[in-house]
């Protein structure tokens, strides 16, 4: 129904913001990661919607990139995940890191997100997995890999970093080094800088 808005950032709040198109004040719930792009309120902004249709509300949902948009409406099809949950995937993970974690199994990685427990991370890799590895053209793991990234996720999060800290740090290392502490060293020594 509503495709995008173009128009002037009137507010911007945590979570939302206010859109001014045409004279009406239009309020889009963003994810937290795209406030900082958005600029100061009086600047222009063009946003990718979503409108969701309840019994008794409606909500709009503004994304920068269709890529957010489309990954945003793939988490909505998945049983049990409304828009608050998907927006907070959003909210936490890039396009990028939710693709990767999505077709690469991680569910520490999803259920590290506030609001996602363990089952609705599995569930959402079970039904978008190949769905997305597709769409985003992720490359097929190695097990080798898979088990040394789980045992150095699993470290990190052991000395305090949170499972995403750790899983942004993994992806600096190269796919080629499948010892588990060197993967460590690593990705402690990308936390560092």
């Known amino acids: 129904m509503l495709a995008y808005l173009r128009g ?16 009406l004040g239009f309020r889009v719930s963003v ?39 489309a990954l945003f409406e793939a988490l909505l099809g998945v ?7 998907a927006l907070a995937l959003l909210s936490h993970l890039s396009v990028e890191e939710l693709s990767r974690a999505i077709a690469h199994e991680q ?10 427990g363990a089952k609705t991370a599995h569930k959402v890799i079970l039904e978008l997995r190949d769905k ?4 985003a053209g992720v490359p097929a793991i190695s097990p080798e890999l898979a088990r040394a990234d789980a045992e150095a996720l699993a470290a990190l999060v052991s000395l305090g970093y949170s499972v995403v ?5 993994l992806q600096t290392v190269p796919p080629d080094v499948l010892d ?14």
Do not use: D, M
């Open 132 to 135: 997305v590895a597709r769409a």
């Open 31 to 69: 994810p937290a990661s795209s406030l900082s792009l958005l600029g100061e309120p009086g600047s222009p902004v063009e946003l990718h919607t979503h409108l969701h249709v309840r019994e008794n509300e409606l909500s709009l949902y503004g994304f920068l990139t269709e890529g957010e948009l």
């Open 8 to 23: 002037i950032l009137a507010e911007k709040r945590a979570g939302w913001v206010v859109v001014e198109v045409g004279g």
């Open 180 to 193: 588990v502490a060197e993967r460590l060293r690593l990705a402690l020594q990308s936390l560092a800088t």
């Open 79 to 85: 049983s049990g995940v409304g828009p608050k949950v």
């Open 107 to 116: 569910v520490e990685v999803l259920s590290g997100v506030p609001g996602v």
């Open 165 to 169: 800290e750790a899983q942004r740090a």
